[in-house]
């Protein structure tokens, strides 16, 4: 179970505990019983398009907060890849059979850059679920809860009450419109001083309804102007159609999410689910700051009324891919340049290892190792810039494992 810094350190000092892992810094207790109690804490989980927000909960109490940073160079390099490999195929070789069209993909097929997300979320809870006794996981199932925005009657008494439902549509109806006035295109963040309204396209008075395809976001001031017209009287026949267009963006989170899901329901956890809606509701009812791991502890029905201890300092995690495959490097218009050496270790070391320096100038600098084969050199990356030094001056700390680790701090 997390613990704070300070209480790891007394650990460590008093011999009770021993350090098992750099990063994330895991610390093992020493002459500890394992108890029967079935493991209490939540990881609540809320993925986004370029970071996935999470946190991990016992009780009341937010023990551990934070951020995994997605990859977002997948598509490109799959672009790289096409294109190296549209080179080969014109070379001279042998014959090769046309094999173009007998490509299928498989059902539930995702787009790689968006399995990728779902496979580096696996592999973080993968990696909590050894550290941190988690017995139940919470996720952000779906942005905005189209069929309860659609038919608020079926949905039970705090929507026909109105407060979530009134969030539920709102945050649906902003993130369609880009938070943009879609009359004077003035954007909310901007900061200019206006109240933003939803709007009727066909006002209430001529018949207009309360279904999402009749409603805009517009700021207080177009409202007021447009008055008891609809949007075509007003002089914007456009906005009836963009109005009907489904949300594109929020359909590959969704996705994701959903796979996610399927997932976490295959591996047989405890998964409660919540919309972008109740996270927004919760986190303004729990009065907290703006922040992905943040919205992950008001993530789905479960969240506390009060929450204790929010810690100040959150763990990131950036997916780094595991290198490159590629045994010829080329320079910026695709010649070769160099080629790279077959092996991916350097005197057993590779790059992205977290090592020390043992010896000489640089003695006792701590870092990400970049493996080079330049006589017996290896050039290392250390907090103050790039240092280089003997591989024989080194000592490994932590494999690279395809993840940057880091922290941030709330504001
Ligand atoms: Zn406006």
Known sequence: MPCSEKRA?????????????RAPFVIKLLNYAPSDEPASSRLKLD????????????????????????????????DDRRSIRRTRRSRKTRYREARFDNRSRLKGWLAPSLEARVNQIMNVITKLRRYAPIGAISMELVKF?????????????????????????RAYIQEKFNHKCVYCGKADYENHGLRYEIDHIQPRSKGG??????????????NKAKGNKTAREFGHPEVEKIAK????????????RWRLFNRLKEAGLDVETGTGGRTKFNRSKLGLPKAHCIDAVCVGASTPDAIKGL??????????????????????????????????????????????????????????LVARIKGPYITQVGQSGRLSCSYKSLRLIQRADGWDYGKGEIR
Not at 9 to 21: G, P
Not at 54 to 72: F, I, K, N, P, Y
Not at 148 to 168: A, C, N, R, T
């Open 311 to 368: 810690p100040k300092y959150f763990d990131i995690w950036k997916a780094m891919g595991r290198g490159s495959r590629q045994i010829m490097q080329p320079d910026k218009y695709g010649f070769p340049r160099q080629y790279r050496s077959r092996g991916k270790r350097v005197h057993g070391f590779g790059t992205g290892d977290i090592v020390e320096i043992e010896s000489g100038k640089h003695t006792d600098q701590q870092g990400r």
């Open 145 to 169: 809860d189209t069929q309860k925005l659609v038919d608020p009657e079926i949905s039970g008494i705090e929507y026909q009450q109105g407060e979530l439902f009134g969030y539920e549509l």
């Open 9 to 21: 350190r007394q650990l460590l000092e008093r011999n009770q505990a021993v350090s098992i892992r």
């Open 209 to 222: 309804s309360n279904r999402v395809t009749n409603l805009v976001y517009s700021c207080e001031p177009c």
């Open 245 to 256: 267009a489904p949300l594109k963006d929020a359909a590959a989170v969704n996705s994701v």
């Open 47 to 78: 993925p986004g398009s370029k970071t996935t927000g999470m946190a991990l909960l016992d009780g009341s109490r937010v023990v551990w907060l934070g951020e995994l940073q997605h990859r977002t160079n997948i598509n490109s390099k799959l």
